[in-house]
């Protein structure tokens, strides 16, 4: 019904023009001219500039040709050279992100720092009940020691545990070991320590499983604080540059705040859900199938008609379902992801998943029309994700599901054609790559020089003809794509090391990496026909940026910024100092 009220309206619209004796054109709301707009269509690869109207782009073309186009009400957005191309997509990212109720303490260098930043912290938030927050290091400490009497010096009214960069271990106040219970008598659970003093005092620090004994007492995250982290990560997102991204395991407890966005209009991104594939009995607890359990344990009657409902009632293209995601292996760094031969110091890692209990169960999402996504990291789990979407295309006669595997960082070479054949999308995440301590004395010795050589080799795939989708993995990595499409172009750090870049053959060109931001993306959405590229009838969802990326040396790209971000022909973010 609002449907129709709304065409109803167009047509209103249009009458003035015809009143005049002018030809029944669309109004156009804003053209964009004198840009360098790359489109990422092969019909019309550049242009000069483009007209909106309503949530669409009516044209693009030359600046004389557009200005042809406009009325005396049409804005007029004067690009001055700069390089437009089509809205960024993540293909793999985890909203609503960290909560904007901790305290950040990332980078508090000093003692004085980290209890500023309680203290304000908590001065600002007198509602929460519990502070906590992330991000601090042992080196703002006296000596590198932790202890309570540094948060109590601060914070004593009310319970603090705040965790340390990498998560393993955390710092609670006395008012947290109070609520807690935790005394100089309390043991030490598996696994885990509770840090105590020569006289026996716990400390406050806790490592490892004994971070539980506060982490129960901690309440979890309000709907409130869901929808609050949605809309200024949303924020965030769209300041980078992102108009569309996919939800690789959405929680459906916290879809509501999702809902409540867009019901209030505050939506900046597009969002696609997918659901993961888990067992409803718990099985061994490892997100993967038990052995012997039945089939129906992974896709009842009952999600099979919530999922379709998803589907019907969330069509995009704001909110969008159809896909599902299910997970084959760890990390290489955990050395969890599973290969086929043993990591550099042992083991091969274990897949989550029999084979044939993976091959019904895709068989089963394949039948109904789902998309899967199956994270797959190690050759073996890679191997397994192929095996089962040939086996669901075979079993069930189905063509063009563009299943993907996730991550896919370690594949067989021998591998690489079945994904064009099978039209599998490699969902890979550029800024895995990117050459830091971690990935050169951990990633790339645990698989020795053979596997490194081709890891996270953007190539290859290119190569191989596959459709490649770039996402980041956020939460864990940043969502930039700015930075992501230098390191696909250098294999570099931000401090352009290695010279030369990481085996610099997986290299791939600014142009190519664009693509897998932009139109790749909307391909592996199901959305090639309404977005992804710049051109007539598509969604007017565009990027203006302070540089040519594509003329610029990749080290420039650091030092190019996000000037305006369009989404259906709203801006979403507009730097201050554009126009
Ligand atoms: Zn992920």
Redesign the pocket.
């Known amino acids: 019904m609002k449907t129709r009220i709304a065409t109803l309206g167009a047509v209103l619209a249009l009458t003035p023009f015809a009143a005049r004796g002018q030809s029944a054109r669309k109004h156009v709301d804003r053209i964009f001219v004198n840009g360098q707009i790359w489109t990422g269509d092969d019909q019309r690869p550049k242009a000069e500039a483009l007209a909106v109207a309503d949530d669409k782009i009516l044209a693009v073309g030359s600046t004389a040709e557009i200005k042809a186009l406009a009325d005396s009400q049409t804005a007029v957005v004067d690009l001055n050279g700069k390089l437009v191309v089509p809205g960024f997509q993540d293909s793999?990212?985890?909203f609503p992100g960290k909560s904007v109720n901790e305290v950040d303490l990332h980078g508090a260098e000093t003692l004085q720092e980290f209890q500023r930043r309680l203290a304000d912290f908590a001065k600002a938030h007198p509602q929460l009940p519990w502070i906590t927050g992330h991000g601090w290091g042992y080196s703002a400490f006296p000596s590198q020691t932790v202890d309570k009497k540094y948060i109590d010096a601060v914070i004593s009214d009310r319970p603090v545990y705040v965790s340390e960069r990498d998560g393993h271990m955390g710092l609670a106040n006395s008012k947290a070991l109070q609520i807690a219970g935790v005394t100089s008598k309390t043991p030490d659970p598996p696994n885990g320590h509770i840090m105590k003093s020569k006289d026996g005092e716990p400390t406050g620090e806790f490592k490892e499983a004994a971070q539980g004994l506060i982490y129960r007492l901690i309440p979890p995250r309000s709907q409130e604080d869901l929808y609050q982290s949605l809309l200024q990560h949303s924020d965030e997102a769209a300041a980078a540059g992102l108009t569309s991204v996919q939800e690789?395991?959405t929680d459906m407890g916290a879809f509501p705040i999702f809902e409540r966005a867009a019901a209030a209009n505050k939506l900046k991104l597009r969002f696609r859900f997918a659901p993961g594939i888990l067992p409803h009995e718990a099985g061994e607890g490892r997100g993967g199938a038990p052995k012997n359990h039945k089939l129906t344990k992974y896709l009842t009657e009952a999600d099979l008609d919530s999922y379709r409902k998803l589907r019907s009632e969330f069509p995009g293209p704001l909110l969008k379902f159809g896909a599902v995601k299910g997970v084959l292996d760890g990390t290489v760094d955990a050395r969890t992801a599973a290969m086929f031969e043993p990591y550099v110091g042992g083991g091969t890692g274990i897949p989550f998943w029999e084979q044939d209990d993976l091959n019904k169960t895709v068989a089963l999402y394949d039948k109904e029309g789902f998309q899967v996504l199956l994270?797959a990291i190690g050759d073996k789990a890679i191997n397994m994700a192929l095996n089962a979407f040939e086996s669901a295309a075979r079993t069930n006669g189905t063509s063009d599901r563009r299943h993907r595997v996730?991550?896919a960082e370690v594949p067989r070479l021998s591998d690489l054609p079945r994904f064009k054949q099978l039209g599998v999308i490699a969902s890979t995440?550029a800024m895995f790559a990117s050459p830091d301590a971690t990935v050169l004395e951990n990633f790339a010795v645990l698989l020795g020089p053979e596997r490194a050589s081709h890891a996270d080799s953007f190539k290859i795939y290119d190569d191989a003809g596959v459709v490649q989708a770039f996402?980041s993995?956020w939460?864990?990595f940043p969502f930039e794509p700015l930075p992501a499409i230098y390191c696909a172009a250098t294999r570099m750090t931000p401090q352009g090391t290695p010279p030369g870049g990481w085996y610099p053959a997986g290299r791939i060109s600014v142009e190519a990496a664009l693509r897998h931001f932009t139109r790749d993306g909307a391909y592996a959405s199901f959305d090639e026909d309404i977005r992804g590229t710049l051109s007539p009838r598509k969604l007017a969802d565009l990027v203006v940026l302070s540089k040519n990326i594509l003329e610029i040396p990749p080290a420039e790209i650091f030092n190019t910024r996000v000037l305006l971000t369009v989404m259906g022909g709203k801006d979403t973010y507009r730097d201050k100092d554009f126009q």
Do not use: I, R
């Open positions: 793999h990212l985890h690789a395991f994270h996730e991550h995440q996402g993995d939460g864990v």
